[in-house]
Nanobody, 122 residues
Framework: QVQLVESGGGLVQAGDSLRLSCAASRRTFSSYVIGWFRQAPGKERDFVAAITWSGGNTFYADSVKGRFTTSKDNAKNTVYLQMNSLKSEDTATYYC???????????????WGQGTQVTVSS
């Protein structure tokens, strides 16, 4: 089992930056990828970005491409989501999740963190 803990959320203004962290209890073959998702009230949980522990391959949703960057620190078992040029529509609860392969579908991921709230005021 893999435990994930997100941190770094908060209230910021449009145009500001924020960095989220996702600390994993361990890395296994089944947790090859860490994905970032977000969910706004009344909406589905949407894919944001993903990164592989090995090689650091990344993939982004079109809505955040060029503004968000995900990175990793293998020594700390931690993945980051750097969010720049934040917009009001980025307001959501952000989750990290681990899974066996790169995918945008939530069902691919086995373990989820508790989420961290990001609120962007316009």
């Amino acid at each position: 089992q893999v435990q994930l803990v997100e941190s770094g959320g908060g209230l910021v203004q449009a145009g500001d930056s924020l960095r989220l962290s996702c600390a994993a209890s361990r890395r296994t073959f089944s947790s090859y990828v860490i994905g970032w998702f977000r969910q706004a009230p009344g909406k589905e949980r949407d894919f944001v970005a993903a990164i592989t522990w090995s090689g650091g391959n990344t993939f982004y949703a079109d809505s955040v491409k060029g503004r968000f960057t995900t990175s990793k620190d293998n020594a700390k078992n931690t993945v980051y989501l750097q969010m720049n040029s934040l917009k009001s529509e980025d307001t959501a609860t952000y989750y990290c999740a681990s899974g066996p392969r790169m995918a945008t579908w939530t069902g691919t991921y086995d373990y989820w963190g508790q989420g961290t709230q990001v609120t962007v005021s316009s």
